[in-house]
């Protein structure tokens, strides 16, 4: 499972990351490392292994399907770099 | 003793009995965190908020109003767990200044069991880490041996006398490993058991709050007051109340007692023999493949979560060329550490179109395949032991090793209890820990076992 500079390239364009190229040579490295324990997996025959999981297998609520109070505007707009009274600002994509 | 080294049991005790006051025990704690801020422990202390609670508790508890379990007593929690009104920095650069809007369910509940929250502990970024050394605030230090890495600031914080004990998280052993280094007390409890509502996710799938604490007992009152069904937290197990306090008592009689992999873990397990459990070795050869499982899952699960740092709602921003695209790489290339980078992008790699089946789907189906043999386990044994890891604390700055977490993850990947109690110490004086592990939700089991290995360990000094 080797990766490529290439391959981290693309990983990096939709991970929204830079990196310098001494950055791309310790992530060959470290990809390297990690694709190995990973391998490990094939050890163990998974076939008959229905792909799906329950962390808990108790008994779950579903809330009510009614309105309720949720974080106030200025609460959740509190910790924007760029706003308004009322909205995040962000730089325009359309002209 | 001095005031800082009571155990929280201890401490409680004293306020009850009017011995002493949730000022002193503050202060005393305070005190420690400043002679030995070196440790870097703790990210944010909040002496002027935690005297003003502790005056309050006092307070009431001089007009004789009714308190609750943990009244006046200081307590640290990881910086992690929102506190309304408090930073919340995970550790990262991204979120050096963030406020938290809210508070977690688990934290709550510390403060209305009367709990001073007197800090925020240090951490690996976001949890990317085992060793407390990916933090953008710099390492925590293990306080046994400063040279040594510890695996959370909140086990520095409770082994440094800085809180007498402290909310943790654990994805794939970052209570119990931290624990194991540094001589304390750690469980991870059985996933769903603590809410992680306002709790920052690493991996979601694995994630837990437990208490870090100096003894069995005082792990079993923080459990007490965080264990609950959250209606806020969708994976919050709907469970019926428990005391385990209350009911907690040195007993392991009639217990079967798996140990994995012998060494010092079946030296160390042959103790509960005198209690009256049969112990016996037993074969586990699924170490390395949970841990394949456990880095492909948690990778995928915390690059999802850390997409929600862009810089645009909360955190981090750099504008850069003004363009939005360019806002969301320079913000999250500045923010990130090195260690949560290479997280994201294994991430985006495990769930590549490529990789899918080979490392995801792969990985799901290994962690109900350990599931499944969890259960044919404990329909043999009511605990299976093992090393909590079987080194002593590595050398700060040392190559990290990931496989040092291949008895922690384990237990996370089949979401069951395990708690890791100080065992032995290593080749260079340094302590070590066992991990015992029980079915799920049998928290009580577990915390009996610890009680009595703490128990026999003591009579042995």
């Known amino acids: ?95 | 003793m001095e005031l800082a080294k009571l155990s929280l049991e201890q401490a409680i005790d004293k306020l009850n009995r009017k011995e002493t006051t949730s000022v002193e025990l503050t202060k005393a704690v305070i005190a420690q965190a400043k002679a030995a801020a070196d440790l870097n422990a703790l990210i944010t202390v909040f002496e002027e908020s935690a005297l003003k609670a502790a005056v309050e508790s006092d307070k009431a508890r001089a007009a004789g109003k009714p308190l609750w379990s943990l009244a006046g007593v200081p307590v640290g929690v990881k910086d992690c767990i929102c506190i309304e009104g408090t930073k919340l920095t995970c550790a990262s650069k991204a979120l050096e200044n963030y406020i938290s809007p809210y508070t977690a369910t688990a934290a709550q509940k510390l403060i209305d069991a009367g709990a001073v929250i007197v800090a925020k502990a240090n951490m690996d970024e976001f949890g990317a880490g085992n060793r407390n050394e990916t933090s953008a605030f710099g390492r925590a230090k293990n306080p046994v041996d400063p040279t040594r890495v510890t695996s959370g600031g909140s086990a520095t914080a409770v082994a440094a006398f800085q809180c007498y004990g402290g909310a943790g998280t654990d994805s794939g052993g970052g209570i119990r490993m931290a624990a194991a280094y540094c001589g304390l007390v750690g469980l991870k409890p059985t996933y769903g058991l603590i809410s992680r509502h306002g709790v920052m996710a690493y991996s979601g799938s694995v994630d837990c709050v437990g208490p870090l604490t100096r003894t069995v007992a005082d792990n079993a009152i923080l459990l007490d007051v965080m264990a609950g069904h959250d209606p806020l937290d969708m994976t919050s197990a709907k469970q019926p109340k428990q005391e385990y306090y209350k009911n907690l008592k040195a007993d392991v009689k009639g217990l079967k007692v798996g140990v994995v992999n012998g060494g010092c873990a079946l030296a160390a397990a042959a103790g509960f023999k005198a209690g009256g459990a049969t112990v016996s070795e037993i074969k586990f050869p699924y170490l390395d493949a949970a841990l394949g499982a456990y880095v492909a899952i948690t990778s995928a699960e915390a690059m999802s979560n850390l997409n929600r740092i862009d810089g645009i709602r909360y955190g981090l921003r750099q504008n850069g060329s003004g363009e939005l695209e360019d806002v969301y790489f320079k913000s999250r290339t500045a923010g990130f550490g090195k260690a949560v980078k290479q997280t994201i992008m294994l991430g985006n790699y495990v769930l590549s179109k490529e990789n899918l089946d080979k490392c995801f789907f792969k990985a799901k189906k290994i962690q109900k395949f350990l599931q499944q043999e969890f259960d044919k386990l404990f329909k043999q044994f009511d605990l299976i032991v093992s090393p909590t890891v079987d080194i002593e604390a590595p050398v700060a700055g040392e190559a990290s090793n990931p496989t040092d977490a291949k008895y922690a993850v384990v237990a996370s990947l089949a979401g069951i209890p395990a708690i890791s109690v100080p065992c032995c110490n290593g080749p260079n004086g340094l302590p070590m820990g066992l991990q015992i592990m029980a079915n799920k939700f049998n928290e009580q089991t577990l915390l009996n076992a610890a009680l009595f290995f703490e128990r026999a360990k003591e009579g042995v000094k």
Not at chain 1, 22 to 47: C, G, H, P, R, W
Not at chain 1, 49 to 63: F, G, Q, S, V
């Open chain 1, 1 to 95: 499972m080797a990766v490529t500079h290439d391959e981290l390239v693309k990983l990096a364009k939709v991970s929204g990351l830079e990196f310098s190229d001494k950055e791309y040579t310790e992530l060959i490295q470290a990809f390297k490392q990690k694709t190995e324990l990973m391998e490990a997996m094939n050890a163990v025959d998974t076939s008959g292994i229905e792909l799906r999981y329950e962390p808990i297998n108790a008994e779950k609520d579903l809330r009510e399907d009614v309105v309720r109070p949720s974080l106030p505007r200025d609460t959740a707009l509190s910790g924007a770099a760029e706003k308004d009274s009322s909205a995040f600002l962000v730089p325009a994509t359309v002209e």
